[in-house]
């Protein structure tokens, strides 16, 4: 069996395509799998690294807005798309897939597009439950569409065509009680766990420097470890000590530039503090954590504001909107969850209620009967 992934751009588009991929290779050992994607994107440096071969052509998203620059991007865009095409074609010819398995993003166009015209069956995975651009217009061609949130079904005109699955979790989660996973990591009492993505964002990680502040004045009586992503540790640390907080010294603070067990440290979090992306929900309901969550402005389509809607709507988080939020009101609404119990039962209940533990099984399974290829 060969199977052919698409995805790029930016991680949360990879990152999905890379745990099915690894799933495949656990059930079908005997699958050969590659990687299609832009010569310019993230998926250079991650595809590689999880040890997957990676095929590129020249490639770029389009540019928002109506100024020069912007249409002379997208002119360059749309040429190069043609070129796209025939090299997707060429890479289709050499490897000659089985099946070309979509995750969004740009790269993701031209290998799923191509394969739907040529008839090899083609398939697409949504983990947002607002559907990116590209996989809003491959809809129209592809055999079928898998969902990461069912909220996402309406935004899709072929209801034939789809099929909730839920996403991919990352390898590691964490699904012991949360008392057990606290004495491995040698917490005691209340635990906050904050992050932002791989690269942080500025905005929340100053917020987060002026709440340690707080913490630090109130004695409060939590731990809180912090993410701060790899570019905002080249100037948290400066800014924290401004703010007359020994990080050092303190015994309710742990910063990081990059938490390494994340999984772990998600497991035995009492509360979540985040962004909106897609996996990072779906890690917070896997595990029943509740969360308050800040989607991000400054993402396409403001996708990020319905992925937290899942959630904030149905009891599982509290949602606050980066505009007008302060640490104040964030130490606020910290010391409030923390404080009732019940409310967190109720939160962490309805996060399980959204999870789903076995999408890559379910995934697993679409790629097989899509080929007609018998489980192994």
């Known amino acids: 069996?060969?199977?052919?992934?698409?995805?790029?751009?930016?991680?949360?588009?990879?990152?999905?395509?890379?745990?099915?991929?690894?799933?495949?290779?656990?059930?079908?050992?005997?699958?050969?799998?590659?990687?299609?994607?832009?010569?310019?994107?993230?998926?250079?440096?991650?595809?590689?690294?999880?040890?997957?071969?990676?095929?590129?052509?020249?490639?770029?998203?389009?540019?928002?807005?109506?100024?020069?620059?912007?249409?002379?991007?997208?002119?360059?865009?749309?040429?190069?798309?043609?070129?796209?095409?025939?090299?997707?074609?060429?890479?289709?010819?050499?490897?000659?897939?089985?099946?070309?398995?979509?995750?969004?993003?740009?790269?993701?166009?031209?290998?799923?597009?191509?394969?739907?015209?040529?008839?090899?069956?083609?398939?697409?995975?949504?983990?947002?439950?607002?559907?990116?651009?590209?996989?809003?217009?491959?809809?129209?061609?592809?055999?079928?569409?898998?969902?990461?949130?069912?909220?996402?079904?309406?935004?899709?005109?072929?209801?034939?065509?789809?099929?909730?699955?839920?996403?991919?979790?990352?390898?590691?989660?964490?699904?012991?009680?949360?008392?057990?996973?606290?004495?491995?990591?040698?917490?005691?009492?209340?635990?906050?766990?904050?992050?932002?993505?791989?690269?942080?964002?500025?905005?929340?990680?100053?917020?987060?420097?002026?709440?340690?502040?707080?913490?630090?004045?109130?004695?409060?009586?939590?731990?809180h470890i912090h993410s701060t992503g790899s570019l905002g540790y080249r100037w948290m640390p400066e800014r924290v000590a401004s703010l007359g907080v020994d990080l050092a010294a303190s015994k309710r603070i742990d910063m990081r530039e990059y938490v390494f067990d994340a999984p772990a440290v998600l497991a035995a979090a009492d509360l979540m503090i985040c962004r909106a992306g897609a996996m990072t929900m779906s890690e917070v309901c896997a595990t029943g954590t509740p969360a308050i969550i800040v989607p991000s402005p400054n993402v396409a389509d403001d996708h990020q504001r319905k992925n937290a809607r899942a959630l904030s709507d149905r009891g599982a988080a509290v949602f606050f909107e980066e505009k007008g939020l302060t640490a104040q009101k964030l130490y606020d609404t910290i010391q409030e969850l923390l404080a009732d119990k019940a409310r967190l039962a109720a939160m962490s209940e309805a996060a399980l209620a959204l999870a789903v533990f076995d999408a890559e099984e379910h995934i697993y399974r679409c790629i097989m009967e899509m080929t007609a290829a018998k489980p192994e």
């Open 1 to 223: 069996m060969k199977i052919m992934l698409a995805g790029g751009g930016t991680a949360g588009h990879i990152n999905p395509a890379i745990a099915i991929a690894k799933y495949v290779r656990k059930r079908r050992p005997s699958a050969e799998i590659v990687f299609i994607g832009a010569d310019n994107g993230m998926e250079n440096k991650l595809v590689p690294a999880a040890g997957f071969e990676l095929k590129t052509f020249p490639m770029s998203g389009m540019m928002r807005g109506l100024t020069p620059k912007a249409f002379a991007h997208n002119l360059k865009t749309v040429r190069l798309l043609f070129t796209a095409m025939k090299s997707a074609d060429r890479i289709i010819d050499e490897f000659r897939p089985d099946i070309i398995v979509g995750t969004g993003g740009f790269a993701c166009f031209p290998p799923l597009y191509r394969g739907a015209k040529r008839g090899i069956p083609t398939v697409i995975h949504e983990s947002n439950v607002l559907p990116g651009r590209t996989n809003r217009l491959l809809g129209r061609y592809v055999d079928k569409i898998l969902l990461g949130f069912e909220d996402g079904a309406q935004y899709f005109k072929d209801p034939e065509k789809l099929e909730f699955t839920g996403n991919p979790l990352r390898e590691g989660m964490v699904f012991t009680k949360k008392e057990e996973v606290k004495r491995a990591l040698g917490i005691e009492g209340s635990l906050v766990y904050s992050a932002f993505g791989s690269l942080g964002a500025r905005e929340m990680n100053t917020l987060t420097a002026e709440l340690f502040a707080i913490e630090e004045k109130e004695h409060a009586a939590y731990r």
